[in-house]
């Protein structure tokens, strides 16, 4: 199956996250599938210049490697563009001038089926009037596609089955750039990714894809989300760890001790693929 890794060109790739790239690729290469690598750097307030390079330098260097050319979404804005016509189209956007600090009130007051942080559709229920005097605010709106708080179930390949309900989360941010959970559904249909392995942070946001890529009527991939790696402290690993990047540690260092806490029995310098199992129980918890 088709993998990826998909990277936000914002810091550093650290072990952690080298060490789940390298599982997508262990995944794709060992069914003998294509790999392909897509920079997510939309968010352009956080995006960093010569990031994407050091990232995609650190990737070669612990075996992975990719398909064809690296992606950009930022090369890609008509698709998204495109996509987010489509959702207006079908009747499903709607402008949003909440603040974060409005949110976050308005949805400790909210009671209902949305879990905790949802959107508690606060400008579905604008009147025309107070749109009109919103529009005339100046505040840019983000757009939010409307889910109605529906449920979406699916099976992970590490956590089994998932089930969610979806909020009406951002499919445009108020700056104008396209959200995440829109791109990376718009983008992983678009080039032809059939199996997403990411860290498992990214779980709870499976059921809002799942739901765009419906209403898009894209393919939906299946899912594997792996346990990030944590810091002696429990907390995700993070700089303040210190040695935690391949500024600190050598490449082949690396390698071994992602093949050793993977408990995978790989050539640490090749890691040659095809031994992978697939069934994942090996890097469960
Ligand atoms: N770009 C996202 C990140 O770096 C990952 C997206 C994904 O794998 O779906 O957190």
């Given at each position: 199956m088709n993998g990826r890794y998909a990277p936000s060109p914002t810091g550093t790739l650290h072990l952690g996250n080298l060490r789940t790239a390298l599982l997508a690729w262990l995944f794709a290469r060992s069914a003998g599938s294509r790999f392909l690598m897509r920079m997510e750097d939309l968010d352009a307030g956080r995006v960093r210049p010569g990031i994407a390079e050091e990232q995609l330098a650190d990737l070669a260097a612990v075996g992975v490697d990719w398909d064809g050319e690296v992606s950009y979404q930022s090369q890609r804005l008509d698709l998204f563009a495109d996509a987010i016509e489509q959702l207006r189209a079908a009747g499903r956007v709607y402008e949003c001038f909440c603040t974060r600090a409005e949110i976050h009130e308005a949805a400790s007051a909210a009671h209902g089926p949305l879990p905790e942080g949802?959107?508690?559709?606060t400008c579905l229920r604008l009147t025309e009037a107070e749109l009109a005097s919103k529009r005339a605010s100046g505040r840019p709106p983000a757009l939010r596609v409307r889910a109605g708080a529906e449920r979406v179930a699916f099976t992970d390949r590490v956590h089994g089955r998932q089930e969610g309900v979806v909020d009406?989360?951002?499919?445009?941010?108020?700056?104008g750039a396209p959200a995440y959970n829109l791109a990376v559904v718009v983008d992983d249909a678009a080039q032809g990714v059939e199996e997403v392995v990411r860290g498992d942070d990214l779980l709870d946001s499976t059921p809002r894809q799942l739901f765009v890529a419906r209403l898009l009527d894209l393919p939906a991939p299946q899912y594997a989300h792996v346990p990030l790696v944590l810091g002696p402290d429990g907390?995700?690993?993070?700089?303040?760890?210190?040695?935690?990047?391949l500024r600190d540690v050598p490449a082949a260092r690396a390698r071994a001790w992602m093949a050793e806490t993977l408990g995978l029995d790989l050539d640490p310098e090749t890691f040659a693929p095809g031994l992978l199992p697939r069934e994942p129980t090996i890097w469960r918890g």
């Open positions: 949802a959107y508690p559709g009406d989360f951002v499919i445009r941010r108020n700056d907390d995700r690993l993070a700089k303040r760890h210190g040695g935690v990047t």
